[in-house]
């Protein structure tokens, strides 16, 4: 541990800790969305499970990375359908872009189940009988894709794999002491549930977009571009700021035709 010891490395760390945490967002959502599909005295124990199986995961990424980074950006196939598909796939772009359209199918899924309420209140009792090393399994695979983003973010910092592993390690620490506060929150404000699936869905899509521009993927000529973090989040930003003012303005709606209509305050005091 004495090479982490350094003002270098102690400044990197605190980077890489800051880069951990923002880049975990989306994985936190997803692993918060993805434990309510077991029993409501079960997801507690598969969100925390989930985490540090998927920090062993990373850090054995992480190790594979910096020993076999040749196989991970060599080609592995390419498609060459001149003026109309166009690109050359390695094996960071085919998990990536796996990964993007399994993130926007669950999306889907979710809100559409929301949108049909008997449904949705079916899918929750199916969801409680799922088998929880089913829904693990999904947890730490989907952390792989999340994985690749912020390890060759920090690879590009530093090459010490103490100060990397370190920085794991905390970021993991704080999603186990984040999650449960979360996902009550979430629990408790339904309505932020459906704006945390929209935000799964921005997730895939930028997914999709990184996968595309590491295969320099062409769709009638025109390159795909890789939506910038800047602009992802500024997404989120605008939707969270959006639905506090929706919620807040569809309060004060309510408030106004309760005030206006003393039969209905009568009704509820009944």
Same mark, same amino acid.
């Given at each position: 541990?004495?090479?982490?010891?350094?003002?270098? @490395?102690?400044?990197?760390?605190?980077?890489?800790? !800051?880069?951990?945490?923002?880049?975990?967002?989306? @994985?936190?959502?997803?692993?918060?969305?993805?434990?309510? &599909?077991?029993?409501?005295?079960?997801?507690?124990?598969?969100?925390?499970?989930?985490?540090?199986?998927?920090?062993?995961?990373?850090?054995?990424?992480?190790?594979?990375?910096?020993?076999?980074?040749?196989?991970?950006? =060599?080609?592995?196939?390419?498609?060459?359908?001149?003026?109309?598909?166009?690109?050359?796939?390695?094996? &960071?772009?085919?998990?990536?872009?796996?990964?993007?359209?399994?993130?926007?199918?669950?999306?889907?899924? =979710?809100?559409?189940?929301?949108?049909?309420?008997?449904?949705? @209140?079916?899918?929750?009792?199916?969801?409680?009988?799922?088998?929880?090393?089913?829904?693990?399994?999904?947890?730490?695979?989907?952390?792989?894709?999340?994985?690749?983003?912020?390890?060759?973010?920090?690879?590009?910092?530093?090459?010490?794999?103490?100060?990397?592993?370190?920085?794991?390690?905390?970021?993991?620490?704080? !999603?186990?002491?984040?999650?449960?506060?979360?996902?009550?929150?979430?629990? &408790? @404000?339904? !309505?932020? *549930?459906?704006?945390?699936?929209?935000?799964?869905?921005?997730?895939?899509?930028?997914?999709?977009?990184?996968?595309?521009?590491?295969?320099?993927?062409? #769709? #009638?000529?025109? *390159?795909?571009?890789?939506?910038?973090?800047?602009?992802?989040?500024?997404?989120?930003?605008?939707?969270?700021?959006?639905?506090?003012?929706?919620? &807040?303005?569809?309060?004060?709606?309510?408030?106004?035709?309760?005030?206006?209509?003393?039969?209905?305050?009568?009704?509820?005091? =009944?």
């Amino acid at each position: 541990m004495e090479g982490l010891f350094t003002i270098e @490395n102690l400044l990197t760390l605190g980077m890489l800790i !800051m880069l951990q945490a923002v880049l975990g967002f989306d @994985n936190l959502l997803y692993i918060i969305i993805e434990s309510k &599909r077991v029993a409501p005295d079960r997801q507690s124990k598969l969100r925390k499970t989930g985490i540090w199986m998927a920090v062993l995961f990373r850090l054995i990424l992480l190790f594979l990375l910096l020993k076999l980074l040749s196989y991970f950006t =060599e080609p592995m196939f390419t498609i060459g359908w001149q003026g109309v598909v166009e690109g050359s796939f390695n094996l &960071r772009a085919v998990v990536v872009l796996l990964g993007g359209v399994f993130i926007i199918y669950t999306a889907v899924k =979710e809100i559409w189940h929301m949108m049909l309420l008997e449904e949705h @209140n079916q899918s929750q009792e199916d969801k409680k009988k799922a088998s929880f090393g089913k829904a693990l399994a999904l947890i730490v695979t989907m952390n792989v894709v999340f994985s690749f983003d912020s390890i060759l973010s920090a690879m590009a910092l530093t090459d010490n794999y103490v100060v990397m592993a370190t920085a794991i390690l905390i970021g993991a620490m704080l !999603m186990v002491w984040l999650a449960d506060t979360i996902a009550d929150f979430l629990q &408790r @404000n339904r !309505m932020y *549930e459906i704006l945390g699936l929209f935000i799964l869905f921005i997730v895939g899509i930028m997914l999709l977009s990184e996968g595309g521009h590491i295969a320099h993927l062409k #769709f #009638f000529g025109h *390159e795909i571009t890789q939506m910038s973090k800047a602009t992802f989040y500024f997404v989120i930003v605008v939707l969270v700021i959006s639905e506090i003012v929706r919620g &807040r303005y569809s309060k004060k709606l309510s408030r106004l035709k309760l005030r206006n209509n003393p039969q209905a305050i009568e009704s509820l005091k =009944e």
